[in-house]
C-alpha cells in the first residue's frame, strides 16, 4: 500500500461529494459536499493545501452492465479538469452503486433521504475512496485508471 493522504470525489450534476483518508490508506471519512458550480478549481486548491493528497480518486459511474452512461461522460469530464487544475494525480475508479449503498446506510441508520441528500453525496465519497483503498491494499495495485490532464482516462 502507498503511503499517503488520498481525496475521495463522488461528481453528481448538483453536487459534489468529498472524502479523504488517513496517511496509512487504512480509513476514509466524509469531508465535505459542494455544490457542483462551486467545485471548480478554487475549491480543489483549497483542498490540496488543506489536506496535501499524494493522489485524487474520482467515481466513475459506469451502469450495471458496464457501459458507459451520461453521467460517466459527465466524471470523466470532471476528473480531466481536476487533473488540469493541479499537480496531483487523478484516478477514476468504478463506483457502481456507491449512491445506492450510501443511501441505504443512511436510512439504516435512521436518515431520511429527502433531507440527506449532501450527506449522501459525502457518503458516496467515503465509499468510492474506501473500496480504492480496499483494492489497492488486496491488489498491491493502484486502483482504477489514471486521468490524462489533456484528455481523459
Known amino acids: ?11 453528481g450534476r448538483a453536487r459534489v461529494g468529498i472524502a479523504v483518508c488517513d496517511r496509512e490508506g487504512l480509513l476514509a471519512t466524509p469531508v465535505a459536499t459542494l455544490a ?8 480543489f486548491r483549497h483542498l490540496v493545501d488543506e489536506y ?13 452492465s458496464g457501459a458507459d452512461t451520461a453521467s460517466t461522460t459527465d466524471a470523466r469530464e470532471f476528473a480531466a479538469d481536476v487533473a ?7 484516478r477514476l475508479v468504478d463506483e457502481r452503486l ?7 446506510a443512511l436510512h439504516a441508520a435512521g436518515r431520511r433521504t429527502k433531507g440527506s441528500r449532501p450527506v449522501i453525496d459525502q457518503v458516496a ?6 473500496n ?4 489497492e491494499r488486496s491488489a498491491g495495485l493502484p486502483p482504477g485508471a489514471p486521468v490524462d490532464p489533456d484528455g481523459g482516462a
Request: no cysteine; charged share 25%; glycine share 6%.
Open 98 to 104: 456507491s449512491t445506492v449503498s450510501a443511501q441505504r
Open 125 to 130: 465519497a467515503v465509499i468510492i475512496l474506501q
Open 1 to 11: 500500500m502507498r503511503p499517503g493522504v488520498r481525496l475521495g470525489v463522488d461528481v
Open 52 to 64: 496535501a493528497p499524494v493522489e485524487i480518486v474520482v467515481g466513475l459511474p459506469l451502469s450495471l
Open 132 to 135: 480504492a483503498l480496499d483494492h
Open 36 to 43: 457542483r458550480p462551486d467545485a471548480d478549481e478554487r475549491a
Open 84 to 90: 488540469r487544475w493541479l499537480d496531483v494525480p487523478v
